[in-house]
């Protein structure tokens, strides 16, 4: 994905519950040695719920196809992830780390629709239970000149 400001725009779906309005905001960067952090703040507009937060940083090297990174998630602590660049999309899957009892994990598509849009669709497992489902829309912002 590219460097910049994305908003992102959809669905969250629990066990048992309707779906809910998600929206968001992400922020990319890239450094010159091939690491990436991408911040990303999701709010729930229309429903009384704590928004999410979530700091990633990884390394994709020029010509990798798999990367790692660690993320730090505002509800399930302290994560790992591994990802496989596709040739139209971004996969991830990633586990929460001291999490034994629970085995909570997510698993992560963003589809690429341009080089300024993606689809993404995630879920969120306990052992072998779905437990939350995400799809929204990321838009990237275009650059604002100071």
Do not use: C
């Not at 010509?63 to 302290?78: E, I, K, N, P, W």
């Not at 992830?81 to 596709?86: D, I, K, P």
């Amino acid at each position: 994905m590219q460097p910049g400001r994305w908003t992102l725009q959809g669905n969250w779906l629990e066990r048992e519950e309707l779906p809910i309005a998600v929206k968001g905001r992400i922020l990319i960067a890239w450094s010159r040695d091939d690491w990436f952090t991408m911040i990303t703040k999701l709010t729930f507009p229309y429903h009384d719920r704590d928004e999410v937060t979530l700091q990633y940083r990884g390394r994709l090297s020029a010509g990798d196809r798999r990367y790692t990174f660690v993320l730090q998630h505002s509800q399930l602590g302290r994560v790992e992830g591994e990802g496989l660049v596709a040739p139209e999309s971004l996969v991830q899957r990633h586990w929460v780390l001291s999490d034994r009892q629970q085995r909570r994990s997510s698993f992560e598509t963003l589809y690429r629709l341009n080089d300024d849009r993606y689809y993404f669709s995630s879920t969120t497992l306990t052992g072998h239970h779905l437990n939350s489902t995400m799809e929204a829309t990321l838009e990237r912002q275009a650059e604002q000149n100071t």
